[in-house]
């Protein structure tokens, strides 16, 4: 990645990133390789701190994030808040920013958390960008370009998955991101629009098959990954949804787990076991299917976009393909806005991201495709 002179740079280098996790941590790491950014690391685990490399742009600190007034003066030293921590302290951390007249960015796919993210930003006087990681983040960029090639939309699908490549249980399933956040949005109600009609679906449900290069996966729906795709195309889709893509027979034991035995109402049970039956796996890969079809030039057509992205080296260290897209991600967002791409005051939705500029960014160009191509098949209808 090659940096670029201070001069270029618009007051917006001192970064506080929220959550010394496995995303928070390589968020930082890139930033601070960049050589544009100086970061301070802020978690509530002091032993958590101590696992991440030290380096001379990067500053650690020891903070209980659920403590408002010691959040909000370690944000007031920042131009920028990454949030990285889980998704019930989101509220919490935006609203130390906007009192801190700091830029707001976070990843979370959690619906109420982006609506209270949005309350906030229309008093504030910085930018509130929510959403930036992988579904919703760079899969809504990707829709809305594909989009915008049509004169008018019918069907939108999104389609993702975080998978490990050697699955070897009933389930198909590894552990690659957040347990909670695998339980929220296999247990929260989805957000669809059927027949021109917005509305609430269960989890799990409208199950697929597909095949992308010759692999069967199946998708169904899961909560969150629209983003604010359903507010901004309410009227304009006649059907659009966000499904998980996994590989087959992973639902149907998933409805016997929150439907028969009702672990979807015993949460803590479900999260439990999760996090101590599900090995975690660093061997994994991040698998994204967009479909669009609608009307252009007089004609039905359909565009599919798929890419496969794996995990990689990046600093002398190894990791995972959902690290480096969703960290990738939320890093390209925040060289955007600093580079004066993005507005610099409001709420931002990920869909007015131009994809143009988030490929050419030195954080965005891990989404290009190898050999050059968009990724999209025109097929006519």
């Known amino acids: 990645m090659i940096g670029r002179s201070r001069s270029e740079w618009c007051g917006m280098n001192r970064v506080a990133v929220i959550g010394a996790g496995q995303i928070g941590d390589l968020i930082a790491t890139l930033l601070v390789e960049s050589g544009d950014y100086d970061v301070t690391l802020l978690d509530s685990s002091e032993n958590q701190l101590a696992r991440i490399r030290d380096h001379p742009r990067l500053s650690k600190s020891h903070l209980d994030v659920a403590d408002t007034l010691a959040l909000q003066a370690a944000v007031e030293r920042h131009d920028v808040v990454v949030n990285s921590a889980p998704y019930h302290l989101t509220e919490s951390i935006a609203r130390a920013a906007a009192e801190g007249c700091a830029h707001y960015l976070d990843l979370t796919e959690d619906v109420a958390s982006t609506r209270a993210v949005s309350t906030l930003a229309i008093n504030g006087n910085s930018t509130f960008i929510p959403q930036c990681g992988l579904a919703p983040g760079i899969v809504s960029i990707l829709a809305a370009d594909i989009a915008r090639e049509f004169e008018e939309l019918d069907t939108v699908k999104l389609k993702v998955g975080a998978l490990p490549r050697y699955p070897c249980n009933a389930l198909s399933y590894n552990l690659t991101w957040s347990p909670e956040g695998v339980v929220n949005e296999y247990c929260n109600p ?91 796996t660093n061997q994994d890969v991040v698998v994204i299917f967009i479909e669009v079809s609608g009307s252009r030039d007089g004609r039905l057509e359909q565009v599919t976009y798929t890419n496969r992205i794996y995990g990689r080296e990046f600093a002398g260290r190894d990791y995972t393909a959902i690290q480096l897209c969703t960290a990738s991600s939320a890093c390209a967002v925040l060289d955007l806005l600093a580079d004066g791409h993005i507005q610099s005051r409001g709420f931002v939705r990920q869909e007015d991201i131009p994809l143009p500029d988030f490929l050419a960014n030195r954080f965005g160009h891990i989404f290009r495709k190898d050999d050059g191509a968009t990724g999209q098949q025109a097929e006519v209808m």
């Open 190 to 280: 989805c957000t669809v629009i059927f027949d021109g009609q917005r509305m609430q679906a269960p989890p799990l449900e409208q199950r697929e098959l597909l095949f992308i290069d010759g692999v069967q996966y199946e998708s169904f729906n899961t909560s969150g990954g629209l983003g604010s795709l359903a507010s901004t195309w309410d009227g304009k889709v006649r059907n659009l949804s966000y499904q998980s893509i996994r590989y087959p027979g992973h639902a149907t034991i998933m409805r016997a787990l929150l439907r028969d035995l009702g672990l979807s109402n015993r949460r803590e049970l479900l999260l439990d076991m999760f996090a101590h039956s599900l090995p975690v």
